[in-house]
């Protein structure tokens, strides 16, 4: 029989790492990618040479480029694998992870390389489309479903609309770029609303899973952004985005006892993209207030980052050598 404990995943076979390869990997993008474009962006803003950013990029699209082609042999020769995911009420809301990499790839293109930042978006805009409209549907047509199952992963594929505007303001006309925020916002909002239900009155996340608390971050984060770019100002609603991010993420520190923990998971990298998220806005309101307590902030988040997404990229090395990476779950 198999070990089935609760523990970091990997498997002792290949053929069964790739067979257990998780979707959830495309965090690992995510994360990277977020911190490349904090890094374009406060290349231009903040310090003067783009050459961070544009080898944070390089080693982003290498990561996707690898795991896009590792789980499409997943796909390939383990289907049924696959599927097991998307019946999962938790991994289901991963896959959208993969058209929102492309999305934010899109984006760190978008000054380097216009052509393929076009592309990039048209591909993970419209695939983001369908998991967004697939995931409602197996939310309205499931039965199986519980107050329990509500998860901050949940959110990802809210994100993923909300992020369209970034990159859409410049390759599409500005209608379209409302539409996803508009579906966005909206759903955030919602979900927001069940997700605070569920976990004041109900069950506790499992502890694996805490990390992706910090995903409650990146929603507004995201909508800060996006609606400054929309609308070229700072107006009284991008503030309250940007404020309550700012507040979520400070709320969550405030519970650092809860995320203590003695074993390194993939699902630690939901702490990477949030931190991004606010990262980028903080950049931002930082181009339209340049009050010292402002720009001091944008650099508080920059090097928390740094610290970050080095930590998890040691630590994942670490368990990729050790074979910690891929075991089946519970």
Excluded at 21 to 48: E, Q, S
Excluded at 114 to 130: D, E, F, K, N, R
């Amino acid at each position: 029989m198999p070990d089935t404990t609760e523990q970091p995943a990997g498997c002792v076979r290949t053929e069964t790492r790739l067979a257990n390869l998780p979707v959830p990997m495309f965090g690992i993008v995510m994360g990277l990618a977020g911190t490349a474009i904090v890094y374009l962006r406060a290349g231009r803003l903040l310090w003067d040479s783009p050459t961070p950013g544009i080898f944070l990029t390089g080693i982003t699209t290498l990561v996707f480029a690898v795991l896009a082609v590792a789980y499409l042999l997943k796909l390939i020769k383990y289907p049924d694998r696959v599927r097991e995911e998307f019946d999962s009420p938790v991994r289901l809301h991963f896959f959208p992870t993969i058209s929102i990499s492309l999305i934010l790839l899109s984006i760190a293109y978008l000054h380097l390389a216009p052509v393929a930042s076009l592309a990039l978006w048209i591909v993970g805009t419209l695939a983001h489309l369908v998991l967004t409209l697939k995931t409602l549907s197996i939310w309205i047509q499931k039965e199986h479903f519980g107050i329990n199952h509500i998860e901050p992963s949940w959110f990802i594929p809210v994100v993923g609309n909300i992020l369209v505007p970034v990159a859409g303001v410049e390759h599409a006309p500005s209608d379209i770029s409302w539409f996803f925020f508009s579906i966005g916002i909206v759903f955030w909002i919602v979900l927001f609303t069940v997700f605070l239900y569920r976990i004041i009155f109900h069950h506790p996340l499992a502890r694996k899973r805490l990390p992706t608390f910090f995903i409650l971050i990146a929603p507004p984060a995201v909508a800060f952004v996006s609606y400054v770019r929309l609308t070229g100002e700072v107006d009284s609603f991008a503030r309250i985005m940007y404020s309550f991010a700012l507040f979520l993420f400070m709320l969550l520190v405030y519970q650092w006892r809860m995320f203590r923990s003695a074993q390194f998971y993939i699902s630690w990298w939901a702490y990477s993209f949030p931190i991004a998220a606010l990262t980028v806005a903080s950049v931002l309101m930082s181009t339209f207030n340049e009050a010292r307590g402002v720009i001091a902030l944008a650099w508080g988040f920059i090097i928390l980052l740094t610290v970050v997404v080095a930590a998890l990229t040691v630590l994942t090395i670490r368990a990729a050598s050790r074979r910690e990476i891929c075991r089946p779950e519970e």
